[in-house]
């Protein structure tokens, strides 16, 4: 989690996703309190956050876009690690 946190601020996360709640000025969802959380999407279909729901949306966000957020965050498959992925979603984990 704490090489998550790393991350998270080297690749910029930060500037769309909040760890604190806060989602003014950001164009995603915060983090904090994401894990576990029900997500429902523009196609009206829904799913629960989990790691295999974070790390499918850091690879491919385009594919299930949060409802009341727009298409647009670029893909990480292909330039972080499997590794580092990890490391991103326990930091997400923790954020309660």
């Known amino acids: 989690a704490a090489r998550g946190a790393v991350l998270y601020r080297q690749w910029g996360c930060v500037g769309c996703h909040s760890?604190?709640?806060?989602?003014?000025?950001?164009?995603?969802?915060?983090?904090?309190?994401?894990h576990g959380s029900r997500r429902i999407f523009t196609d009206g279909t829904t799913a629960t956050a989990d790691a295999?729901?974070?790390?499918?949306?850091?690879?491919?966000?385009?594919?299930?876009?949060?409802?009341g957020y727009q298409v647009?965050?670029?893909?990480?498959?292909?330039?972080?690690?499997?590794?580092e992925v990890a490391s991103i979603v326990a930091f997400i984990e923790g954020l309660r």
């Open 19 to 34: 760890s604190d709640g806060t989602t003014e000025g950001r164009t995603g969802p915060t983090f904090k309190g994401l």
């Open 52 to 67: 295999a729901y974070l790390t499918r949306s850091m690879l491919k966000p385009d594919a299930q876009v949060v409802a």
């Open 72 to 83: 647009g965050m670029q893909s990480y498959e292909g330039v972080l690690s499997e590794a």
